[in-house]
């Protein structure tokens, strides 16, 4: 996608008239003299033009163009057109995607169509670059993230009002010129782009000699048309990441791991660590994470109906859920999917290494706590640790504690259970038995009484060869003559890829009867209310996580009501 700009207008009259005078080129163009020398000069240095001044001052002097040398470039044949859609932010497309089945590779390729500009734009744009940063500097001495934003604002206003002054553009026009010189001095070049596909879960860069790869959320990996220009470019932008977190990569520090404020996660490695190359591994956030109706949905299949009015009326009554799976299984985002459930008048408080959980705006009393790293100097590291036993002081009704990684975070976890919390968690393991044995046995250990105190385990399960997702099964924590059991409520079967109940549950029944006086009969009608009311908003297409959000208010407020709305078919204005 080329950027048509005053340059291109510039370059097609030289081309057919090979050369003119500055004073030609500006009253056929309509703008200033001294913006065609400008441009002539960023052309010539580019070695895309020479320039002749004349002797005679009374002269005008001349451009005469340069015609730059062909790249030779290979046709690509990619085969059947798998997907294709635009990349937007902000209302405009920064790109275009076509993922097509390549015969050589068997396997789809990813292909990004990026604005780019010609090389006469290119030269200036150049010497732009050079004019901003000898304006302002990059970032802020001391590392204040609010310092460093206001200098970045300051950058953009600069390079707008450079660009709007010398080429009068479009809005259209100066955004992706902008854009472009901005992902370059500031960002991550083309790799900025890929960050705002929502199909996106990973961007990994292995080398300079191989493409960058992504991961797509229906597709898995896939290589893409991108290459890095060189390791230095690679090491350049790892280092940019860095700075951006007040942490150093180098030689002597070669491994990087950070949290971005968006939410991204990023692992960089440098060579020799990384024998091949510098590598960069960016993990993207969500910005519009799954809610339960994401999981019911029927092209999803994640979760039958039953599976999440069940886990709606355990979140409902404060029942303690522990969330496992494999790495890439969905267990942040079926925990993502169940805070959003919680009722609106209690105080939230969540602990995570990286913002990964995104909670509806009516749920205003929320309090999210991040971890911090050490400086360079390996002081003022924040650890989950630190910020669970704080979150004790903050008196929250629900504390949801990102990952139990080690033994003191599982102790603190558990022990907020004993003082009355209801508390929500995740953890690495496949199955609900593979919970037990991490948390009972060496090296978190737990005492086996403690256990007993989780009441429901969620497992969700990544099936690699279909590239699917599913809650494999749903169990509560029983008590048994050697320990902690689990009696299995719901579970998957692959081959049908279908979900059963296995047995009803007991011990959450005789939970709820204490908690709530509720009969077993009136805990499963609430149920089947609840599953009314997922139904109803399956209909209604209510699947995003603020649409989630009204409804929730609507119902913690009039139960009854939002029961009847569901069972009648009434349109979600009349009641939200």
């Known amino acids: 996608m080329a950027i048509e700009t005053k ?5 097609a009259l030289l081309k057919s008239k090979k050369t003119m005078s500055f004073g030609a080129l500006a009253r056929q163009l309509s703008v200033r003299e001294d913006l065609i020398e400008k441009l002539a000069l960023c052309m010539e240095k580019a070695g895309l033009a020479h320039l002749q001044y004349p002797i005679n001052m009374i002269e005008n002097p001349s451009i005469t163009f340069i015609a730059p040398a062909r790249e030779v470039t290979k046709e690509a044949h990619f085969g059947k057109l798998l997907s294709e859609y635009d ?4 209302g405009n497309m920064i790109g275009h995607v076509k993922i097509f089945h390549s015969p050589e590779e068997r396997r789809p390729l990813y292909i990004i169509t990026l604005p780019e500009a010609s ?7 150049d010497e732009v670059k050079l004019q901003v940063s000898k304006t302002l500097q990059v970032w802020s001495d001391d590392r204040n993230p609010e310092e460093d934003k206001h200098l970045f604002e300051g950058r953009q206003k600069l390079i707008a009002d450079i660009i709007r002054k010398d080429l009068s553009p479009s809005p259209r026009i100066l955004e992706q010129l902008s854009r472009l010189l901005l992902n370059e001095m500031y960002g991550l070049g083309e790799l900025e782009t890929l960050t705002e596909d929502k199909q996106l879960e990973e961007i990994v860069v292995n080398t300079a000699r191989q493409p960058v790869s992504v991961y797509h959320k229906k597709l898995g990996w896939l290589r893409t048309n991108i290459m890095m220009k060189n390791e230095a470019e690679t090491e350049n932008f790892s280092q940019q990441i860095a700075r951006k977190v007040g942490r150093q990569i180098s030689t002597l520090n070669p491994i990087l791991d950070a949290h971005l404020g968006t939410g991204e996660r990023v692992n960089a490695t440098l060579n020799p660590i990384s024998a091949y190359g510098n590598t960069i591994t960016m993990r993207l956030f969500a910005k519009n994470p799954w809610t339960i109706i994401h999981f019911v949905k029927k092209e999803n299949n994640a979760m039958s109906l039953e599976m999440a009015s069940l886990l709606w009326q355990a979140m409902h009554y404060e029942m303690n859920i522990l969330t496992a799976g494999g790495t890439a299984s969905g267990k942040t985002s079926a925990l993502n999917a169940l805070l959003a459930l919680i009722p609106p008048f209690q105080r939230i408080v969540t602990i995570e290494d990286t913002r990964e959980l995104y909670l509806p705006s009516y749920q205003w009393n929320w309090v999210p706590l991040v971890t911090r790293m050490p400086n360079p100097e390996g002081l003022g590291e924040v650890t989950m640790l630190d910020l669970m036993v704080n979150s004790l002081r903050m008196r929250p009704d629900r504390i949801i504690l990102g990952e139990i990684r080690r033994k003191r975070e599982a102790e603190v976890f558990f022990e907020a259970m004993h003082t009355g919390h209801s508390v929500y968690s995740t953890v690495h393991a496949d199955t609900g038995q593979q919970v037990l044995k991490r948390l009972i046995e060496p090296p978190i250990e737990i005492p086996k009484s403690q256990v007993e105190d989780v009441h429901l385990l969620l497992v969700q399960y990544r099936d690699r060869r279909r590239n699917i997702r599913r809650t494999n099964e749903i169990s509560e924590v029983i008590s048994g003559v050697s320990g902690p059991e689990l009696n299995r409520v719901f579970t998957w079967k692959p081959r049908t890829d279908a979900f059963e109940s296995a047995k009803a549950p007991h011990r959450y029944m005789e939970e709820l009867n204490m908690r709530t006086g509720m009969t077993e009969a009136e805990v499963n009608a609430d149920q089947k209310d609840k599953a009314s009311i997922l139904s109803w908003m399956l209909k209604n297409s209510l699947e995003d996580v603020e649409d989630v959000g009204r409804v929730m208010k609507a119902y913690y ?4 009501g939002i ?7 009434t349109s979600p204005q009349k009641v939200l």
């Open 119 to 125: 090389p006469a734009t290119r030269a200036y744009l």
């Open 563 to 569: 029961v009847a709305a569901a069972e009648k078919g």
């Open 87 to 90: 990349i937007t932010k902000d």
């Open 7 to 11: 340059i291109e207008e510039m370059v």
């Open 557 to 560: 407020s009039d139960i009854s």
